[in-house]
T-cell receptor, first 112, second 113 residues
Framework: DTAVSQTPKYLVTQMGNDKSIKCEQN?????MYWYKQDSKKFLKIMFS???????INETVPNRFSPKSPDKAHLNLHINSLELGDSAVYFC???????????FGPGTRLTVT | AQSVTQLGSHVSVSEGALVLLRCNYS??????LFWYVQYPNQGLQLLLK??????LVKGINGFEAEFKKSETSFHLTKPSAHMSDAAEYFC???????????FGIGTKLQVIP
């Protein structure tokens, strides 16, 4: 049973396209996150939702828009993709804000 | 504002030797502290966490960490390294509540046979 799942695992697309990444957790957690990990492995928080409410919205271009249809799902839509968006995007969840997080396997986005 | 400093982006140890990965933090309130491990092409996995209570925290895979408030440190140790411990390790801090978790830059552990 996968705790936090993401689709797709790999995403290769051209500049200017719009794409979405989906995330689902079956742990019954209240809080979900999106992180971006760059080529140097630096992990940066992008968004956090608690019970479908946006709690953390870091300095992220407004081309990135998260959506949480319910507590178990947090999707990430990216408009007008740029070369600099190439990275691995991780979804995570936790029982509560500030608690230990469970990470998905990541989505490797490559923009050409 | 909270922050994390991991000393040493790369650490090499011999198989069977002590593993010591260093982490220092900065926080304006009593922190929550975490260590995560990331194997190649995988997501992060929680090794252990400190919130309150006992300052020596035991985690999975034989790892442990000690919260030292006076030194603002949360170093990760394992008495005897295994080849399977080779991975990237991240220290993280949170101020609890609705505050974000801040991750360190990571330490890549290499285990030499």
């Amino acid at each position: 049973d996968t705790a936090v799942s993401q689709t797709p695992k790999y995403l290769v697309t051209q500049m200017g396209n719009d794409k979405s990444i989906k995330c689902e957790q079956n742990l019954g957690h209240d809080t979900m996150y999106w992180y971006k990990q760059d080529s140097k492995k630096f992990l940066k928080i992008m968004f956090s939702y608690n019970n479908k409410e946006l709690i953390i919205n870091e300095t992220v271009p407004n081309r990135f828009s998260p959506k949480s249809p319910d507590k178990a799902h947090l999707n990430l839509h990216i408009n007008s993709l740029e070369l600099g968006d190439s990275a691995v995007y991780f979804c995570a969840s936790s029982q509560q804000m500030g608690g230990g997080q469970y990470f998905g396997p990541g989505t490797r986005l490559t923009v050409t | 504002a909270q922050s994390v400093t991991q000393l040493g982006s790369h650490v090499s140890v011999s198989e069977g030797a002590l593993v010591l990965l260093r982490c220092n933090y900065s926080s304006s309130v009593p922190p929550y502290l975490f260590w995560y491990v990331q194997y190649p092409n995988q997501g992060l996995q929680l090794l252990l966490k400190y919130t309150t209570g006992a300052t020596l925290v035991k985690g999975i895979n034989g790892f442990e960490a000690e919260f030292k408030k006076s030194e603002t440190s949360f170093h990760l140790t394992k008495p005897s390294a295994h080849m399977s411990d080779a991975a990237e390790y991240f220290c993280a801090v949170s101020e609890g509540g609705y505050q974000k978790v801040t991750f360190g830059i990571g330490t890549k552990l290499q285990v030499i046979p």
